[in-house]
């Protein structure tokens, strides 16, 4: 098997840089000396943002991208036809998947923290990596989201300490080389390639499985999936939950008007540490638990990981305030699955606000298809729903799912739902119809922030002819 290590100083080639992970370990590869390049099917943030760090990146993939590589990386999204995979494989270039690339640079850390799980892993991950460097720690991280705090999704710290978001897609966390393990929780997702939650149950046995018996695996307690799973490891195991039948747990909750948490936090009825969050959600409660139960298990005292979580703020498209158009707030989150979906409307559910408008991009049909029971009640909470066309990432349309098919069974409800196909069409809707003091927020894990960017391109003087 190739190494990365074998190609230092030499040209790596990145096809979907664009990509949360794949961006972040550009900056990575660069920052150890590589000469980086790379291509995306379209511009975005993230590979504006690379141009201005120095590394090229092409748009449009284009054999001729690769001439002169002396490696190709490329992301789960990018299959053995694309342009530039085949253009390499007939020129002897060799490849190597993502996972593999961020599992080999993860060798040799005698602390690596890996965090997984179907949701909460970008935030928990965020948490964990703030709290080690308020703490004086130098570790090296790797984040599938843009975190200010570090200036982007990636730092070059300590060759002995690393942080990684671990996803679970494709099962590419088993090409990590953890040391402890945050499990935030075991559901359905990612259908497309896993048959079942079973399915999705082994794979993550699997990774625990490969931590070491004098490392640590620490898991959501109230997951009875994930209770089951740290039931059979053998090394060190502890939970944390939001009830006292977990060993970490919150206690003496107040919840602020805008749904921020006050807390306790105890270890199996000890007092360990008071926090009060500046992001809310019931959900980030039970990361903070667990990022301070992860952050002990790296040395650092409960209440100075509870002192560097009060100043935390969130990634951005974790709940984040875009701006504010025609006196109506604008949100936008990177919910992408039903679960998340319900988190984030619930999120903005108790900010103040007269109607609560949810705009939803369902994230790929395969995504949609299996999940479409789930999907219909996840915007509950809103008192107008908007729908936009599927985003369509790594698939191509099977042709047999369509948003309108969700927006029909959420009409069947009596919810208040519209077809907006195009971001064009969104916003002209919620312009016609919005009133001061609305709340817009906008989720999928596709491109619906730039919807976001779109209205307050406009400013609160668009024509109404557009």
């Not at 000396?33 to 790379?38: D, I, N, P, S």
């Not at 497309?192 to 699997?206: A, E, G, P, Q, V």
């Not at 789930?374 to 936009?388: K, P």
Request: aromatic share 8%; net charge negative; charged share 20%.
């Amino acid at each position: 098997m190739i190494h990365i290590k074998a190609f230092s100083g030499k040209r790596v080639h990145m096809i979907g840089i664009g990509g949360s992970s794949m961006s972040g370990l550009a900056e990575l590869l660069r920052e150890k000396g590589y000469t980086v390049t790379g291509s995306d099917s379209v511009d975005s943030y993230t590979t504006q943002g690379l141009r201005r760090k120095g590394i090229p990146v092409s748009i449009g993939h284009r054999a001729e991208n690769v001439e002169g590589a002396d490696l190709v990386i490329y992301s789960a999204a990018i299959h053995p036809d694309n342009p530039e995979r085949a253009a390499a494989a007939s020129s002897g270039i060799p490849q190597m998947e993502r996972a593999t690339l961020l599992g080999q640079l993860m060798e040799g850390f005698s602390t690596a923290i890996n965090i997984c799980g179907t949701h909460g892993k970008t935030t928990t991950t965020s948490m964990v990596s703030e709290i080690l460097m308020d703490a004086g720690l130098d570790p090296t991280i790797h984040i599938g989201g843009q975190l200010d705090y570090i200036g982007g999704s990636t730092r070059l710290g300590s060759p002995d300490l690393m942080v990684v978001e671990a996803c679970e897609y494709q099962a590419s966390f088993l090409q990590f080389h953890p040391t402890v393990a945050v499990i935030t929780n075991i559901e359905e997702d990612h259908l497309d390639y896993y048959k079942d939650l079973d399915d999705i149950y082994r794979s993550f046995c699997r990774f625990a499985s490969l931590l070491p018996e004098d490392g640590w695996c620490l898991g959501n307690g109230d997951d009875p999936l994930v209770r089951k799973l740290l039931s059979l490891q053998r090394c060190h195991t502890a939970t944390f939950g939001l009830t006292d039948a977990s060993d970490w747990y919150p206690s003496n909750i107040v919840w602020d008007g805008c749904g921020c948490a006050e807390f306790d936090i105890l270890f199996r009825g000890a007092l360990q540490a008071h926090l009060h969050l500046s992001i809310p959600g019931e959900y980030n409660l039970l990361h903070a638990v667990a990022a301070v139960a992860c952050c002990r298990v790296a040395g650092v005292d409960p209440a100075a990981a509870a002192e560097s979580l009060s100043r935390f703020a969130a990634p951005h498209r974790r709940f984040e305030l875009t701006g504010t158009v025609c006196g109506v707030r604008l949100y936008t989150d990177y919910a992408h699955n039903p679960a998340e979906i319900r988190n984030a409307v619930s999120n903005a559910y108790h900010q103040p606000h007269n109607r609560l408008w949810a705009v939803v991009q369902p994230h790929t049909y395969s995504r949609l298809k299996t999940l479409f029971s789930e999907y219909i009640h996840c915007c509950d909470l809103a008192d107008e729903i908007l729908v936009t066309d599927i985003f369509a990432a790594r698939e191509k349309d099977p042709g047999d799912i369509h948003a309108t098919m969700l927006v029909d069974a959420i009409t069947e409800t009596g919810q208040s739902v519209h077809y907006t196909p195009g971001f064009d069409d969104a916003e002209r809707y919620l312009r016609q119809h919005w009133q001061p003091g609305d709340l817009v927020i906008t989720m999928s894990c596709g491109n619906i922030n730039l919807l976001n960017a779109q209205i307050q391109s406009h400013g609160d003087a668009w024509p109404q002819d557009k």
